[in-house]
Nanobody, 123 residues
Framework: QVQLVESGGGLVQAGGSLRLSCAAS????????MAWFRQAPGKEREFVAA????????DHADSVKGRFTISRDNANNTAYLQMNSLKPEDTAVYYC????????????????WGQGTQVTVSS
């Protein structure tokens, strides 16, 4: 399996921006679709965004469309989540996930996960 390490989380005021990074190692990064999920306290983990392996197709949850953008840099084995116009309800632990054969919004489709990075948005 591929190993994933997230970074870039932190505390930001509402309306601000953050860029999360997910560094991958252990396997050929370009073979994997990548995704971001998040989990707020007391809530289930939910889909945020996904990007396909090669053609760069993307999918974003309705709650983040127009504010968040997923991207990838296969040369540097890294996926990103650019988050703009952040809201307090975006506060959560954000997880990076990878799948060799699935592109979509289901948690069960992704066998590899990072440890998560905390994002806190103050009002």
């Amino acid at each position: 399996q591929v190993q994933l390490v997230e970074s870039g989380g932190g505390l930001v005021q509402a309306g601000g921006s953050l860029r999360l990074s997910c560094a991958a190692s252990g396997r050929t990064f370009s073979f994997y679709a990548m995704a971001w999920f998040r989990q707020a306290p007391g809530k289930e983990r939910e889909f945020v965004a996904a990007i396909s392996r090669s053609l760069g197709r993307t999918d974003h949850a309705d709650s983040v469309k127009g504010r968040f953008t997923i991207s990838r840099d296969n040369a540097n084995n890294t996926a990103y989540l650019q988050m703009n116009s952040l809201k307090p309800e975006d506060t959560a632990v954000y997880y990076c996930a990878a799948s060799p054969g699935y592109f979509g919004s289901s948690l069960n489709g992704y066998p590899s996960w990072g440890q998560g990075t905390q994002v806190t948005v103050s009002s």
